[in-house]
């Protein structure tokens, strides 16, 4: 052992102190395993079988949920490295040059997973490539094995022509290897290159590799085989594969109608709709009934402005508290201007990161998001959803579908009196925005050009993660603020008094569109 043994270092990859050791005097069987080792996604199958789709979709995912991950492509190292594509004999299997090239390739991406872990702190990377023989998911373990990486394989497996036909013509012939090529010429040459990956592919063995973690998904969801799951990310994964599905369908996001609140331009609360509300609520119904959705599901949650806009439809739908808004805590039914006034170290907080920022006694993005997760997994089960939910809580379910960062998420636009449908296709989501004709309050808030730095640490220590208020109304409690409660009636009177002055309707803050659907 070194001289040094007793001093202890922290190591950027693990965040975690470790004795000092030589890294050169470490080999694969003496680096150490820890529960929050980097894990590294292996795909396996063959070409078209949904691969790259599953691995956008589970990066999108493990992104969204707070756990930072990437997708390394071998087909781009490919790419990169062959600036012209020819034709499937570079896949043969006997084509020894091209076979040097892509072992090349592999290594590379596999050199930049290391550097992802080490440098860029990234807790999961997926390794998307076919990894369809022995000999190639032996070098992968090897090298996790090395690097103290937990490893876990995703295989594709799909006999059904039809699915594969369609994953063809959907995805692989807008591929970069076929661009100005002959529709009819593509197809043939790639179902040739299928055929060379074919000879060589050796799928996970029951027996052979029992001692992995893994899952097979047969045929696009109809059935699952799971081995081994070791860890919280595994079977969170596992859990995320096994809800989603590729059936055509459209997800109709929307807020509330314009609420009593929104007019005085109060945040949070439990408001009936305004005038203008209640008339959105009745061009939606008519606007969901010219759609001709079949089976459509409408959702809502537990407040009062978002059922009365349900109600307006005329057709059944479902309650969820997890749709609730976020909870301001101490701020609720306080406009901005008032919380900068009273409050000026928080409203400062909060302008310096919005995705992390907690109200008093309330939530933070990051909260919602954790909330809105069994929401996430619901909505990828079904098929044709309207949710009419509340600002923040469309907000973080826009940044999931459309992969926004956490950065991204408090800042997206989710106007009133809009419908955004977003039809899923081959690698990401596309968005149609309806403006329904019935004028509202508009309530965005910018990002702020310059936050102001506060000496109140963002992170506050909580003796308990906040729960949502039993109560669909919630109250102030000032005296969390450093309030007395001598003077909580004064405040809430002085309250009252700007209420009151504030007129019904602002025009300044009136959004005026024009009927537009874009893409």
């Given at each position: 052992m070194c001289s040094k043994k007793a001093e202890l270092t922290q190591t950027a990859l693990l965040k975690i102190w470790v004795p000092?050791?030589?890294?050169?005097?470490?080999?694969?069987?003496?680096?150490?395993?820890?529960t929050n080792s980097p894990t590294l996604i292996v795909m396996v199958g063959l070409p078209a079988r949904g691969k790259t789709y599953i691995s956008k979709k589970l990066t999108r995912y493990l992104n969204w949920i707070g756990v930072p991950t990437k997708v390394f492509n071998v087909g781009q190292y490919r790419r990169e490295a062959v600036q012209t594509y020819k034709n499937y004999e570079f896949f043969r299997p006997d084509n020894e040059e091209a076979m040097k090239i892509r072992r090349a390739c592999a290594m590379a991406a596999l050199k930049d997973v290391c550097i992802y872990f080490t440098q860029d702190l990234g807790q999961v990377a997926v390794f998307d490539a076919t990894n369809t023989t022995r000999e190639r998911r032996d070098v992968i373990l090897t090298f996790c094995k090395e690097n103290g990486y937990k490893v876990f394989f995703v295989e594709s497996v799909c006999d059904d022509p039809e699915i594969i036909a369609e994953n063809i013509m959907q995805v692989k012939l807008s591929s970069p290897d076929y661009k100005d090529c002959d529709k009819d010429e593509a197809v043939e040459d790639f179902l040739k290159r299928i055929e060379c990956y074919r000879t060589t592919y050796v799928p996970l063995d029951d027996e052979l590799d029992r001692d992995l973690s893994y899952i097979k998904i047969f045929n696009v969801g109809s059935r699952y085989l799971v081995n081994r799951v070791l860890d919280h990310i595994q079977s969170r994964i596992v859990y995320y594969l096994m809800n989603i599905h590729v059936t055509?369908?459209?997800?109709?996001?929307?807020?509330?109608?314009?609420?009593?609140l929104n007019l005085l331009g109060r945040i949070g609360g439990d408001s009936g709709l305004s005038s203008r509300g209640i008339q959105f609520a009745t061009t939606l119904g008519r606007f969901i009934q010219s759609q001709s959705i079949?089976?459509?599901?409408?959702?809502?949650?537990?407040?009062?402005?978002?059922?009365?806009?349900?109600?307006?439809?005329?057709?059944?739908?479902?309650?969820?508290?997890?749709?609730?808004?976020?909870?301001a805590g101490v701020c609720e039914e306080m406009?901005?201007?008032?919380?900068?006034?009273?409050?000026?170290?928080?409203?400062a907080l909060r302008d310096q990161d919005k995705y992390r920022y907690r109200y008093p006694k309330g939530e933070s993005y990051e909260?919602?998001?954790?909330?809105?997760?069994?929401?996430?997994?619901?909505?990828?089960?079904?098929?044709?959803?309207?949710?009419?939910?509340h600002q923040a809580v469309m907000r973080c379910l826009l940044a999931y579908f459309l992969d926004k960062s956490a950065d991204e998420l408090p800042y997206l636009k989710c106007p009133l009196h809009t419908v955004l449908k977003l039809t899923p296709v081959a690698y990401g989501c596309k968005v149609e925005s309806i403006y329904l004709n019935i004028e509202a309050v508009n309530t965005h808030r910018d990002r702020p050009t310059t936050a102001q730095c506060s000496p109140v640490p963002l992170y506050r220590h909580r003796r308990a993660r906040p729960l949502?208020?039993?109560a669909p109304t919630k109250t102030p409690c000032l005296q969390d603020l450093g309030q007395t409660p001598d003077s909580l009636q004064v405040t809430l009177g002085r309250l009252t008094q700007t209420q009151q002055?504030?007129?019904?309707?602002?025009?300044?803050?009136?959004?005026?569109?024009?009927v537009k659907t874009t893409s």
């Open positions: 000092w050791t030589d890294p050169s005097q470490r080999t694969g069987s003496t680096v150490p395993q820890f055509p369908r459209s997800i109709y996001l929307c807020r509330h109608g314009e609420s009593e079949r089976d459509l599901k409408v959702w809502t949650s537990h407040m009062k402005r978002t059922i009365q806009t349900a109600e307006a439809l005329g057709v059944p739908y479902e309650q969820w508290k997890a749709l609730n808004e976020i909870d406009m901005y201007e008032e919380i900068q006034a009273n409050y000026p170290e928080e409203f909260d919602l998001v954790q909330r809105l997760e069994p929401v996430i997994m619901e909505l990828e089960r079904q098929e044709n959803v309207l949710v009419v939910c949502a208020s039993p002055s504030v007129p019904f309707t602002h025009k300044s803050h009136v959004v005026r569109h024009g």
